[in-house]
């Protein structure tokens, strides 16, 4: 895959996802992985848990919701990278 031409489009596997949480504007990153890669230390998170299904396929000023056991979280897209 080219991912040159995917920089910055939409969010697909192996994504870093750059969102603000719209409730405390606080920012993270996520990079979307398999499970077997997952390491939340990290901010690398399955392509398959809640935030990555939530996260597949949106935008840079999307927001996305997210149930989580706590309550819904709110995240607005910032950026989408991805390494070479």
Do not use: C, H, M
Not at 25 to 36: S, T, Y
């Amino acid at each position: 895959i080219d991912t040159g031409t995917l920089a910055g489009d939409r969010v697909i596997f192996g994504a870093t996802v750059q969102v603000r949480e719209t409730e405390n504007d606080e920012e993270k990153a996520f990079r979307l992985v398999g499970a077997d890669e997952a390491n939340p230390q990290k901010g690398w998170i399955s392509i398959q848990s809640p935030v990555g299904r939530a996260l597949v396929g949106k935008q840079i000023g999307d927001t996305v919701e997210v149930r989580v056991p706590r309550g819904i979280l709110s995240y607005e897209i910032v950026s989408i990278t991805f390494e070479s």
